[in-house]
């Protein structure tokens, strides 16, 4: 059973703009902070935004005022918004689940920024 899917990934230009979707399982998304990740060759995974069960929201200062992470309690599921995309966006966006004991990770879905 695959824990996290997501979506919304894809090819924009410069300006432009993508929402990624996260949907969790039931149990994980009621017990977890939701995050999104995102890596590019030869960098380590960071964090982009994070959102807690109490919609206590973090981003990365890169994203600030361009970026929105928002959860849907009745849906199970976490949404980035990205506005005014640039090209140093460009990564693979990975969708993280932080339980006490526990994470799970997305497979994660590529946001290419490309004029």
């Known amino acids: 059973q695959v824990q996290l899917v997501e979506s919304g990934g894809g090819l924009v230009q410069p300006g432009g703009s993508l929402r990624l979707s996260c949907a969790a399982s039931r149990n994980i998304f009621r017990a977890a902070a939701m995050g999104w990740y995102r890596q590019t060759p030869g960098k380590e995974r960071e964090l982009v935004a994070r959102?807690?069960?109490?919609?206590?929201?973090n981003y990365a200062d890169s994203v600030k005022g361009r970026f929105t992470i928002s959860r849907d309690n009745a849906n199970n599921t976490v949404y980035l918004q990205m506005n005014s995309l640039n090209t140093e966006d460009t990564a693979v966006y990975y969708c993280?689940?932080?339980?006490?004991?526990?994470?799970?990770w997305g497979q994660g879905t590529q946001v290419t920024v490309s004029s």
């Open positions: 959102i807690t069960k109490r919609d206590i929201t």
């Open positions: 993280k689940a932080e339980l006490p004991f526990r994470t799970y």
